[in-house]
């Protein structure tokens, strides 16, 4: 039913990134997540994460909030416990059910250390007042109740655990891709209730966000990445170059530049090699033509 709603977004280290609750570290991690990218609507001149930009999906179209620290319209009156609980359990203060188009189900993965550097950054921010939009969803969608059938689902909340058979690269890049930038959330197609389709992990989909195909980026050699040498996608990671020599467009194009080009060299070849060593999975993603909306994801 909740048919890809999940995406956009970035961070590091197996266990967590951040030392402290630090601004600095924090707008790391912010910078990272692509949190800008996602809370600035930028296509209108938007104030700085004062929300409003539109995610056009199949089931509607969703506006994302006002995050500065405005007491009125913003997150001014939370808690470090209330940002907490949004990220790791997908509720408001109110206790109401995130829709998942705030993937959460990503940022669950995150340790407290990186939640609460996070939340440190964001309360830096300069606040704005901006009231937020409200959804635009079918009648049956506006029953945020039904969405605990959807946690029940698909949703298992829990910090990232690292894995005791890989060295601290793999775990670092493990943490990067699953949790911050939540690189599933986009990549991997779903099924008409949202959920994950069983082995397609990060192999693409022919309708992603906002209508565009999103690519397999397994090491398969045929349909995905496979061909890549590991300074290509190092390279691709951090600018955006294709091996062609083109480069990313569209919503690729902000993960790179509100995100992946802010890590560091050390995060950047991690997720690398975390990438390099998912299952190959053959399946094409075709490009409809003509219409460049399509394109969007487009390597």
Known sequence: ?????????????????????????????????????????????????????????????????????????????????????????????????????????????????????????????????????????????????????????????????????????????????QAAAHCGECHTPRNRLGGFRIGLYLAGDKVGAEGGLVPNITPDKETGIGRWSRSELIDYLKTGMRPDGDFAGGLMAEVVDNGLKHLSQQDIEAIATYLQSVPPVMHAVRKPKPEKAQEEFEY
């Open 1 to 177: 039913m909740l048919h890809r709603l999940l995406w956009l977004g970035l961070l590091c280290m197996g266990p967590a990134l951040a030392a402290g609750p630090e601004p600095a570290a924090g707008e790391y991690l912010f910078r990272a997540a692509g949190c800008a990218g996602c809370h600035t609507d930028g296509d209108h001149a938007g104030a700085f994460l004062a929300g409003g930009r539109e995610l056009m999906t199949p089931l509607g179209v969703f506006y994302s909030p006002n995050i500065t620290p405005d007491k009125d319209t913003g997150i001014g009156r939370w808690q470090e416990a209330d940002f907490l609980r949004a990220l790791r359990h997908g509720r408001g203060p109110d206790g109401r059910h995130y829709y998942p188009s705030f993937p959460y189900a990503a940022y669950t993965r995150l340790s407290d250390a990186d939640m609460r550097a996070l939340w440190a950054y964001l309360k830096t921010v300069p606040p704005v007042r901006q009231a937020n939009r409200p959804h635009e969803l079918p009648w049956y969608l506006k029953y945020r109740s039904l969405l605990s059938a959807w946690k029940w689902l698909y949703f298992r909340p829990g910090p990232y655990l690292p894995n005791p058979v890989k060295d601290a690269a793999w775990n670092r890049g493990a943490y990067l891709a």
